[in-house]
């Protein structure tokens, strides 16, 4: 089985870091913008393929984290990562 109880919390500390305020370099949004798209897609498939794991990143403040990466409209392909991770 996989031990999802020991990655989301990680994935969603990824999805928090860092804050959109700090995004706003050129040199931030390169390094740091695939890594919170990737992470947003790992929580996703986790939540596709084990329904289970929704609670685990509801009791780990998955939510908040979706929520504020919803409000980033310069980068769409977050946004829309989160909307659907919501869903």
């Known amino acids: 089985i996989f031990p999802t ?3 989301v919390p990680i ?3 990824l999805v928090n870091w860092p804050p959109i305020t700090s995004l706003s370099s050129e040199i931030s949004r390169k ?4 890594i ?3 992470a947003c897609m790992c ?15 509801i009791n780990n403040n998955g939510i908040q984290a979706f929520s504020s990466r919803i409000q980033s409209f310069d980068f769409i392909d977050l946004a829309e990562s ?3 991770a919501l869903e």
Do not use: R, Y
């Not at 390094?31 to 695939?34: A, E, N, S, V, Y």
């Not at 929580?43 to 990143?57: E, H």
């Open 43 to 57: 929580l996703n498939n986790l939540m596709d393929i084990f329904p289970n794991t929704c609670s685990t990143i």
């Open 82 to 84: 989160s909307i659907k």
């Open 5 to 7: 109880n020991q990655f």
């Open 31 to 34: 390094f740091f913008w695939p």
């Open 11 to 13: 994935l969603i500390n």
């Open 36 to 38: 919170l798209v990737f």
